[in-house]
């Protein structure tokens, strides 16, 4: 399948992308594979999976979330001409194999072939955030960095769907939960793996391998590359992410994780 992204940003064409590898992951960390470099999009938002022909688009408990046609998406299924934003920037996406014919250059496929079908639903646009502070120093700042993602005040027109519309009542909130992954087979047996950062990766690098997403409060988990999916509980974990709490036990190849509080 020839599937491709073309980024762009206030109606201006950034940069067009081939949907080659099995997964692509979309964020504003310098090692993903579409890098964003807007404040309103996290370290690693969202991936596109293609599995045999068909591409989904995956959000990674990001702060703004993945919208697709306009609407809140955590995992489903991309079609062309589909529009996906992250930020204030767009992602229209493309299978050259539905293209009506020959165009001339990046921006008359963008600006006719999708307007042609008129497939987008229309919402107000976002409000207009600050670039992002230059990113100085080593590593471990630029990714310090990047964990920080500025929210975007959400348009109260667009649905968000049940796991992010609901609200805290005003019961007393119980302490923070600061979690932790405790090695219980595998290379590294015995190993406490911290989870303060934003994203953490546990598994084989070059084979089964999962994210572990920290969003305030919340972690999540999602697969992130292999041939087995990981699992959540002794289940195979489906598409997209979870919500995961102290006491999970998650597989990922051969090795085996207790999340644990450490707080």
């Known amino acids: 399948m020839a599937a491709r992204v073309v980024l762009s940003l206030d109606g201006s064409i950034l940069k067009e992308f081939e949907l080659a ?28 999976r293609l599995v045999n022909r068909t591409v989904y688009a995956e959000d ?9 046609n306009g609407l809140t998406a955590q995992h489903q299924v991309v079609h062309h001409l589909d529009v996906i934003e992250v930020g204030r920037h ?25 307007e042609r079908t008129m497939m987008a639903v229309h919402v107000p646009p976002h409000v207009a955030t600050p670039p992002a502070a230059p990113v100085t120093g080593d590593r471990a700042e630029r990714d310090v960095d990047v964990d920080r993602t500025m929210a ?5 027109a667009v649905r968000l769907g049940p796991a992010h519309e609901s609200v805290r009542t005003g019961a007393a909130e119980a302490p923070v939960a600061v979690l932790a992954l405790r ?7 015995g190993e406490t793996i ?4 934003a994203n953490t990766m546990i598994g084989t690098p070059g084979g089964d391998t999962a994210l572990i997403v920290r969003r305030g409060e919340s972690y999540y988990l999602a697969r992130f590359s292999g041939n087995r999916a990981p699992r959540l509980n002794r289940r195979d974990l489906g598409p997209g992410t979870h ?17 644990i509080r450490v707080s």
């Open 90 to 114: 767009k992602m229209h996406f493309f299978d050259d194999s539905m293209l009506t014919g020959k165009v001339g250059g990046l921006e008359n496929t963008v600006l006719t072939e999708y």
């Open 194 to 197: 911290s989870l303060q950062r």
């Open 21 to 48: 590898k099995p997964v692509t992951v979309v964020g504003r960390h310098p090692d993903c594979d579409i890098v964003v470099e807007d404040a309103a999009v996290s370290g690693r938002h969202m991936l596109f």
């Open 60 to 68: 990674l408990a990001s702060t703004n979330g993945t919208r697709v």
């Open 152 to 156: 975007i005040p959400r348009d109260p």
């Open 243 to 259: 919500p995961i709490a102290a006491q999970d036990v998650i597989d990922v190849g051969a090795s085996s994780f207790e999340v």
């Open 183 to 189: 090695v219980s087979a595998g290379e590294r047996r």
